[in-house]
């Protein structure tokens, strides 16, 4: 039997992504790994209500933009107030697409990744 732990997203900027992850999503640090040599960092993110980790890697010797394909996978979050995080996502600049017709919208992290919110049903 298997149940999920964590997800991965290599960030460029780890600074300015946390700041995203906590006013965009409420995500709040929980562990942090660094490599001796400085080479990567590894903070995992959560909810403060599951088990699941959003994992965030800095590499030192990876200085490009990384190659997101097209962006056909994404991260899914439950929004309880489905209006207000709407607004609060409107206001921060960071929604990327809307499918209201489905009920859903997806914002766009500091380095492109997409995150889906879907209203609590």
């Avoid at 409107?90 to 995150?115: L, R, T």
Wanted: a negative charge.
């Amino acid at each position: 039997m298997f149940s999920f732990n964590h997800f991965n997203f290599n960030v460029s900027d780890l600074d300015k992504s946390l700041a995203f992850y906590k006013e965009a999503l409420g995500l709040e640090p929980v562990r942090r790994k660094e490599a001796e040599d400085g080479s990567f960092i590894i903070q995992f993110l959560g909810d403060g209500k599951t088990d699941f980790r959003l994992e965030l890697t800095w590499l030192r010797d990876h200085p490009q933009k990384y190659d997101l394909g097209e962006c056909e996978f994404h991260l899914a979050l439950r929004a309880a107030d489905f209006e207000a995080a709407h607004k609060k996502h409107q206001e921060m600049g960071c929604i990327c697409y809307e499918n209201p017709a489905m009920g859903i919208y997806f914002i766009s992290d500091p380095d492109g990744y997409w995150i889906e919110i879907i209203p609590t049903r």
